[in-house]
């Protein structure tokens, strides 16, 4: 049953791999440098801005999106250093009955890093002393503060965390921490606590390339940290659209129940 749910929630995922239609089709977004033929130059060099690269666009995942279902594709069997309990919760959520309870399917944000490995896009505006994201799935939104102040202390645990950035050379470093413990990791349900601690390095390599490394140390579910790489895609010549996951929902009633 397992693995007849994993191939569903493949394909569903599959067919959501290319972002929607968006807004402004016939606008062309100022800035961008073009090929003869006008369409946007992807492999231009990257912008910056106040001696920094400027990251700001909209990104998405293209193709690739490995890690949205399951994060420990590139570990061979027995080597994702996952605690027995966080391994045993994870096969529970596996299966029909649990899969009902995810976040998503109940109009609750995704996990990390599943932002960057969905099918919608995200925007990137970045500032001197700050970053914002928008997340088209659910309108989430992210503030990454470079202004040297610390991480909370004694945070009021939330979904998405509290950020801090700096640059080393021409990457931003983001520090994450302050979650609510509730978070899946993936489709297939790896949890996280109330302990993990995200790190993410932007790099905009060239004009239509972003990479992101991003780490997750959350040692009440893992052994020892463990790192993804999510290149992200320049999504030009549109902008987002209004993601309202509790309008007119039709899918949870749907899914296998106990």
């Known amino acids: 049953m397992s693995r007849r749910i994993d191939s569903l929630v493949a394909a569903i995922m599959a067919i959501a791999s290319v972002p929607t239609t968006a807004q402004w089709l016939d606008y062309q977004t100022p800035g961008i440098p073009r090929m003869p033929d006008g369409k946007p130059n992807l492999t231009a060099p990257a912008p910056r801005k106040d001696g920094k690269p400027d990251l700001s666009g909209i990104w998405h995942a293209g ?106 050379g021409d990457t931003l470093v983001v520090e994450t921490t302050g979650f609510n413990g509730k978070k899946w990791l993936d489709q297939r349900g790896h949890p996280s606590t109330d302990a993990l601690h995200t790190t993410e390095r932007f790099r905009r390599r060239d004009f239509g390339h972003l990479d992101i490394e991003f780490t997750v140390d959350d040692p009440k579910a893992y052994a020892r940290p463990w790192t993804l790489k999510l290149p992200q895609l320049l999504y030009a010549d549109t902008e987002l ?5 509790n309008e007119n929902e039709k899918d949870r009633k749907h899914m296998v129940d106990k």
Request: proline share 11%.
């Open 241 to 245: 659209l209004e993601f309202v996951c």
């Open 63 to 168: 193709q690739e999106r490995k890690y949205f279902t399951d994060v420990t594709v590139d570990f061979k069997p027995g080597e994702f250093p996952i605690q027995p309990w966080a391994e045993a919760l994870t096969e529970e959520r596996r299966t029909g009955y649990q899969q009902k309870e995810r976040p998503d399917a109940n109009c609750i944000p995704l996990g990390v890093p599943q932002y960057y490995d969905f099918g919608e896009p995200f925007k990137i505006i970045q500032e001197p002393g700050l970053v914002a994201i928008l997340y088209e799935h659910f309108g989430w939104f992210r503030q990454i503060f470079l202004d040297g102040r610390p991480l909370p202390q004694d945070p009021n645990p939330t979904w998405l965390g509290y950020s801090v950035g700096q640059w080393e």
